[in-house]
């Protein structure tokens, strides 16, 4: 079993900033690329900002300057530092990562989501 949890969601007015945290646990093998997601009401779910065990990155256009992604490989941990949030950024926001449980196994795997909300 794996699993995901995330931390650190939560409701701060515009320009200000929060750090998400997501901490893999269980029969862990290796991590390959482990990522933030997000969801609006209504809109589906979209990729934000991911990151290889390598530490190569990624992120989405419209949050590109303002969220920072890093991982701590020896804690199995990812964050996501995000500054100058809009209420735009107001979404369920989704750990995500790929991992080897064995040689052979190796599957994607789901945080339970945390809200942050964004107030004008």
């Known amino acids: 079993q794996v699993h995901l949890v995330e931390s650190g969601g939560g409701l701060v007015q515009a320009g200000g900033s929060l750090r998400l945290s997501c901490a893999a646990s269980g029969n862990i093998f290796s991590i390959n690329t482990m990522g933030w997601y997000r969801q609006a009401p209504g809109k589906q779910r979209e990729l934000v900002a991911r990151?290889?065990?390598?530490?190569?990155?990624n992120y989405a256009d419209s949050i590109q300057g303002r969220f920072t992604i890093s991982r701590n490989n020896a804690e199995n941990t990812v964050y996501l530092q995000m500054n100058s949030l809009k209420p735009e950024d107001t979404a369920v926001y989704y750990c995500?990562?790929?991992?080897?449980?064995?040689?052979?196994?190796?599957?994607?795997?789901w945080g339970q989501g945390t809200q942050v909300t964004v107030s004008s």
């Open positions: 995500n990562a790929d991992i080897s449980t064995d040689w052979t196994r190796r599957n994607e795997y």
């Open positions: 990151i290889t065990n390598a530490g190569r990155t």
